[in-house]
């Protein structure tokens, strides 16, 4: 299988401090793919570089064959990378439909005179990004709450608003920020569900920040640890669970032995 | 490598390289072409700095007002300029009155002094009371909406000042021992100047050693770190804001003291342009900076009284001195383009800014 | 505890009541009650300057009785020592200025002001007991109204208001209703006789009768009535909709006539300001860039239109063309700044964008004010005789005509306006004001987006100000001053940022009420500053807040609506 995104010892740094060290991941196409590790091991930041919101100052990320290092974040959302946010961040003031509009606008072409003069085409792209929306809401199981302001809606609809807002611009691959956070086993279960159906149904390579392992350990493929910006191991679910480095960063040395997992 | 080159370049550098190319052209042909006819003596140029030094420590004193509450709120206090009003305006009223008595020949250490504490009195109330009405209840709230209460309290002080002190300009008496001046060779400086800087000076050190060494200056740097932590160490935040308003609202009050004596004029409309100006040396010292403010101020009020002459004389433009404005905001749109940390600044994060 | 209670509200009341004071003499002091009081609102009875004193009462006193879990008792009794707090800080003040001289300071405080606040009553100590009790009654009214049912809470306040209004606006209501003699009629009874201002008592009393009656009518029949209305088959909904547009369409054709020269006048400066607001209100509502140099693409306008157009005086481009050939010129000048202060501030953010753009509009005045660009553009003496518009030989050079033009332009930047709101463009605008980070990693291109609202707002900003250049035949860079900004930034705000009914209504109250109101114009910015803090404090989403804009349920009407209109 090809890959859709590798990266190449990837460095950034913030003053003193390096989030990322020399981190080298090479994502395979319809894959999903876990990046974990401690608090504050790189792992944000780790998709900011990829989605262009910093600028590392090592390394190449090269997505689809072309490197999309120094790329605004827009360009490389035309590209195919789409992202949520581990704090959501959704348009909070605008409704659950128009946050999908924006979510669309990529794929949309009217600039000011169409609009203005109500041209054929404009209509018929306004006409059929709304009723994308509507699908969209279905599919995200939003449906009637559609002119709901985004800031009124309840967490969990939130969560599933902001990935149908990455979903509207039909990405290639999408970066899903910590997902189940502040989720209960339930509703963490249907996340994970719906995760699965996103690649199994439409095709789209998941790269994924979780700290709920038991959704970590059942839907990945490959799993990325991560500690203080390095990576400290890499493999398949079963490789990380015997792994003793990675059970070391989360327990700390010296109560690794002590504690059962 | 080529592609990622080509990657990295955008629309908007391109054009902020062409601006700042063709303006920093200009003005080296222009010095170029001013220094090259030689229509002005060393002492000439000797009297612009000196005079810019002056002017310099005046918004550098207002600039810390900026700077303070910036460091600490993360928000530019719109109606500074007007605190910085209030307080020479109201003092006017006892510098009138004790030029009447002649208590300001007679007594004139004095006399300053009691002006610079109703000035700074006056100033201080205000800034704590736009601290209370325009920023307090809006902590939380998005960040465009404290702006426009500042810029709404900053238009109510205008015009309560207006509407209480008349609409005139008030001349502030001239004071006989602080007329004539000191020379050194090429170099003359007035008294006034004299006072303006050794005071400006004194206040500065004096606000230095408060914030690094006293117990409120160190809370003060700890909100301004994280005002969540500083809370949960238990600092009371909203006390140190206070301190913070009246702190920078004091020193705008002294600043308004030596400007009153040194263009000897006020009105309610007085505060617009040098809190523009100090605003911009705030920006030029790296907002947030205390050393910043100080150098950034005397870093424009230079540049404010040397530029005109020195970058358009020469290209032949008439009455240069007209344009003295329009170099200190140029230079302040040029700071935030090119080097928005400021001289001494650290760079924000982007989420600071 | 109990103690702790009862002491705690009253020292809350006497602090309001301080504040309140505090108030009312500086509302004194600025001059305002003075000037204020050579309008009458009820004729001869009751002044605009008393009527502020009481306001401010009422308002401390009506806040002060605010404590819902309090007893109706406790609530009064502290209303009541808020007003008579207030009475007794101007009972004070008074007394002060009796032995010292304020007016060496304060140059408002004159012997008609003292006169004023002493009700025009000469013996002192009578006068200083007549405030008291005034402060008590007003104070004691305005609690017991909060104690009221709503039902007669809006009464009483709707018929306040609108009694206010009428004797406010009564000017306006004379000149537009002078060609109908019976109305005429009825007027004279209902303000005072001619050279007095203000409704008579009696008129007073019916007005708030009427209104009364009316919501009085509504309370009881106005769900059933609205419920009916509801009922109506779509059809007859949209016929009355549109006989309704449509009634207002012959109202704004024939406006001029009924309004007059000077009236109309008033309209041309009300619409060029909506026409500004509807400009700033892209920039700021929809995309949430603060721009305080907006008047800069104004004064670029206004002077483009000059410079092009005009016949007089020594000027250096002398082309002499008419309107209609220099407007296009005038709006596309306005865009091109637009672009250019755009691309420098494009990475700036909030505060330092408001200051730079502040830092725009100065440059952009002094710089036509400067003796540099003084051969282009006249200097301080600005540029005279510029063309007004013509239509087919008619030449359309008085307020009555001129009119016509601004409220096309109106129209036009609406229309502009509202398609932009709804499409893919506007979208995103607003998400920019929501996350500019988010949106621009959801393939929003900052740069374009930023840049076609700094140039749409300023095409608007471009037109109105080559209109205003027309409508007064001569510009100088006096009449760009950071204060037009304000008073544009000041009516989007209070209308509702992004929301295209409040900027109209917003233009109408804060551009038209002063310039109706002599005594306003004065206070104006003091006003519109208080405004903006009260504003922001209360209701950030303004009056008239932006519509959501509902998709989902109306998905037939709206697609029907797209492909059909």
Redesign the interface.
């Known amino acids: 299988m090809a890959n859709i995104l590798t990266a190449e010892t990837v460095t950034k740094r913030f003053g003193g401090l390096t989030a990322v060290n020399t981190l080298s991941i090479e994502i395979p196409e319809r894959s999903i793919y876990s990046v974990i590790g401690p608090n504050g091991a790189g792992k944000t930041t780790f998709f900011n570089c990829i989605t262009g919101f910093y600028k590392p100052e090592e390394g190449d990320i090269v997505f689809n064959g072309r490197s999309i290092l120094g790329l605004s974040s827009d360009q490389i959302n035309i590209r195919g990378i789409s992202r949520t946010y581990q704090n959501i961040r959704l348009f909070s003031n605008l409704t659950a439909i128009e946050n999908l509009l924006v979510g669309q606008h990529p794929l949309m072409k009217a600039t000011l005179f169409g609009p203005i003069f109500g041209t054929a085409a404009t209509k018929r792209e306004e006409k059929a990004a709304l009723e994308e929306s509507l699908r969209l809401l279905n599919f995200i199981g939003l449906a009637k709450k559609g002119d709901l302001l985004a800031r009124n809606l309840p967490y969990g609809d939130q969560r599933r608003l902001e990935i149908g807002r990455a979903l509207a611009s039909k990405p290639k691959m999408l970066l899903l920020d910590e997902p189940t956070a502040g989720m209960n086993p339930n509703e963490t279960e249907e996340m994970t569900k719906f995760i699965r159906h996103l690649r199994d149904e439409l095709g789209i390579t998941i790269l994924l920040i979780e700290h709920d392992m038991r959704v970590v350990m059942g839907i990945s493929e490959k799993i990325t640890v991560l500690d203080y910006g390095e990576k400290i191991a890499e493999g398949t679910p079963k490789d990380i669970q015997g792994n003793q480095r990675v059970i070391e960063a989360y327990l700390g040395r010296g109560t690794a032995g002590q504690v059962n997992h | 490598m080529r ?2 080159f080509l ?2 370049i ?3 550098d391109i ?2 390289g062409i ?1 700042g190319t063709a303006l920093v052209g200009l003005i080296v042909v222009g010095s170029f072409k001013t220094l090259a006819e030689g229509n002005y003596t060393t002492r000439q140029w000797l009297d612009f700095v000196v005079f810019g030094i002056a002017q310099g420590s005046i918004y550098a004193l207002i600039a810390l007002g900026y700077t303070l509450v910036y460091g600490i709120l993360r ?2 206090n ?1 109606a500074h300029s007007e605190v910085f009003m209030a307080g020479s305006f109201t003092a006017y ?1 006892a510098a009138a009155s004790m030029a009447k008595s002649g208590f300001l020949e007679t007594n004139t250490f004095v006399a300053v002094l009691i002006l610079f504490a109703i000035a700074m009195a006056t100033s201080t109330a205000i800034g704590v009371l736009v601290e209370r ?2 920023y307090r ?2 902590r939380r ?1 998005p ?7 500042a ?10 000042f ?5 609409d005139q300009f008030k001349a502030y008496p001239e004071i006989d021992t602080l007329k004539g001046s000191y020379t050194w060779g090429d170099i003359n400086i007035t008294k006034v100047q004299v006072v303006v800087i050794l005071s400006a000076a004194f206040l500065m050190l004096l606000l230095y050693l408060y914030v690094q060494f006293t117990k409120t200056g160190k809370a003060m740097r700890a909100v301004a770190e994280d005002k969540d932590v500083a809370a949960l160490m238990g600092i009371d935040v909203d006390a140190i804001i206070v301190r913070t308003f009246a702190l920078g609202a004091a020193l705008a009050g002294a600043a308004g003291i030596l400007y009153a004596i040194t263009f000897r004029q006020v009105n309610f409309f007085m505060g ?1 342009i040098p809190g ?1 100006k100090a ?1 911009t040396a705030a ?1 030029l010292g790296g907002i947030g900076n205390i050393p910043g403010a100080m150098l950034g101020g005397i870093f424009l009020g230079l540049f404010e009284s040397i530029g005109p002459i020195l970058f358009l004389d020469g290209l032949n ?4 001195y ?2 003295k ?2 170099i200190a ?2 230079m ?2 040029l700071v ?2 090119f080097r ?1 940390s400021g001289i001494l600044g650290e760079r924000l ?2 989420t600071k ?1 | 505890m109990e103690q702790e209670n009862t002491t705690s509200w009253w020292l809350t009341a006497i602090q309001l009541g301080l504040i309140g004071g505090v108030v009312a003499i500086l509302a004194s002091l600025i001059g305002m009650v003075e000037s204020f009081h050579a309008r009458d609102i009820i004729a001869g009875q009751i002044s605009m300057g008393e009527t502020l004193l009481l306001l401010i009462m009422i308002g401390f006193a009506y806040s002060s009785s605010r404590n819902e879990q309090s007893p109706i008792s406790t609530r009064v009794t502290s209303g009541v020592i808020t007003g008579v707090t207030i009475s007794l800080t101007i009972v004070l003040f008074v007394m002060l200025g009796a032995v010292v001289n304020l007016r060496s300071i304060f140059v408002n405080a004159s012997p008609t002001l003292y006169k004023i606040l002493t009700l025009e009553i000469s013996n002192t100590a009578l006068a200083y007991v007549a405030i008291v009790v005034v402060g008590a009654i007003v104070s004691l009214a305005a609690s017991l109204v909060h104690g009221a049912t709503p039902f007669w809470k809006r009464v009483i306040s709707s018929g306040f208001f609108i009694v206010l209004l009428l004797a406010l606006l009564q000017d306006l209501i004379r000149i537009t209703l002078t060609p109908f003699p019976f109305i005429t009629e009825v007027l004279s009874w209902m303000f005072g006789r001619r050279g007095q201002e203000g409704l008579s008592i009696l008129g007073a009393i019916v007005v708030f009768l009427i209104v009364a009656g009316v919501i009085y009518n509504d309370a009881k029949h106005g769900a059933a009535r609205r419920a009916r209305r509801e009922a109506l088959p779509e059809a007859t909904k949209r016929t009355r909709r549109w006989v309704s547009w449509g009634l207002l369409g012959v109202f704004l054709l024939i406006w001029p006539r009924i309004a007059g020269p000077v009236l109309s006048d008033v309209t041309n400066s009300v619409g060029l300001y909506i026409l500004m607001g509807l400009g700033l209100n892209i920039v700021v509502g929809y995309a949430g860039l603060l721009d305080l140099g907006y008047v800069a693409f104004y004064a670029l306008g206004a002077f483009t239109m000059g410079v092009l157009t005009t016949t007089g005086g020594e000027i250096f481009f002398d082309v002499r063309w008419t309107f209609w050939e220099a407007l296009p010129f005038a709006v596309i000048v306005a865009v091109l700044a637009g672009i250019m202060l755009g691309i420098p501030v494009l990475k700036i953010r909030g505060d330092y964008l408001a200051i730079i753009t502040l830092g725009f509009g100065e440059i952009i005045r002094i710089m036509f004010l400067s003796d540099f660009l003084k051969p282009y553009f006249g200097g301080s003496f600005g540029i005279v005789s510029i063309a007004s518009p013509t239509i087919g030989g008619i030449v359309l050079d008085s307020s009555q005509t001129l009119y016509y033009v601004i409220l096309a332009a109106c129209f036009v930047a609406l229309f502009v306006a509202h398609r932009l709101r709804d499409s893919r463009i506007g979208r995103a605008w607003k998400a920019i004001r929501e996350d500019e980070d988010v949106a621009q990693a959801m393939g929003i291109n900052l740069t374009a987006t930023k840049l076609l609202a700094f140039a749409t707002g300023a095409a608007f900003g471009g037109l109105s100000g080559a209109i205003f250049a027309a409508k007064l035949s001569t510009v100088y860079p006096h009449s760009f001053t950071l204060i037009t900004s304000i008073n544009v930034l000041a009516l989007i705000i209070v209308g509702g940022m992004g929301s295209l009914p409040g900027v109209i209504v917003g233009g109408l109250l804060l551009a038209g009420l002063p310039e109706l109101l002599r005594e306003f114009s004065e206070y104006r910015l003091l006003i519109f500053g208080i405004l903006l803090i009260v504003m922001m404090l209360n209701k950030p989403e303004g009056f008239l807040p932006e519509a959501v804009h509902k998709r989902e349920f109306h998905e037939d009407e709206n697609l029907s609506h797209a492909a059909g209109g």
């Open positions: 592609q990622r990657n990295r955008n629309f908007t054009a902020l601006i928000m530019i719109f009223f009405v325009a209840p809006l709230a960040r465009l909406v404290p702006l426009i209460t810029i709404g309290a900053s238009f109510v002080l205008q015009y309560t207006k509407g209480l002190y008349g617009f523009i605003f920006v433009v008439p009455a240069p007209q344009l404005d329009v905001f140029s302040l749109v935030l383009l928005p994060s982007r800014a």
